[in-house]
């Protein structure tokens, strides 16, 4: 069974561990930019995402694709600030149709947000999003960053990656 990786970055977190993912899996990584993208070659997918502003960024890319990609399996990395929570199942679940939720496995992994690389519009939006903030440890993520991209996190990605290529490998044959 053939499989790829397709992404959507932001700050290159999602890039990051895309890549991982690639180099540990031997899966082909594309950038859903890339204009080679071609979700309907492969049997599985692996879709990752940056989560910016509560939406995934491969939202727009999902869709357009939908006719490709809704009958085949699925996991979805989504890369956020936020740990997994029911707060971001719901953002995931906005993000995304339904018909691709069904057939799709996601794990959570943090990311990484360095505010003096963000734009100023943005460094104006975490401030004031870090201090409308009751959590006072993200409000200081907010405000200072923060940067948790563990290569180690990718593990149940991969174990997902093995049980999708076994679950449609061949059968050995008798001698």
Known sequence: MSGAIFFSTKHGS?????????????LPVFDVNDTNADPSKYDFL???SALIFYKLTIRRWAKANLADIAHKSKILFSVSG??????????????LPEKLLSKMDHVALRGRMDPKKLNWALRLIMRIGAFLNP????????????DYVDRSSIEPILKMIEQHQSKFAPADMPN
């Open 46 to 48: 692996v879709l990752g």
């Open 14 to 26: 999602t890039a990051e561990y895309a890549n991982w993912i690639g180099e540990a899996s031997g």
């Open 82 to 95: 936020a740990g997994d929570s029911p707060k971001l199942q719901r953002w995931v679940a906005a993000s």
């Open 135 to 146: 959590d006072p440890r993200a409000s200081k993520e907010e405000r200072v960053g923060f």
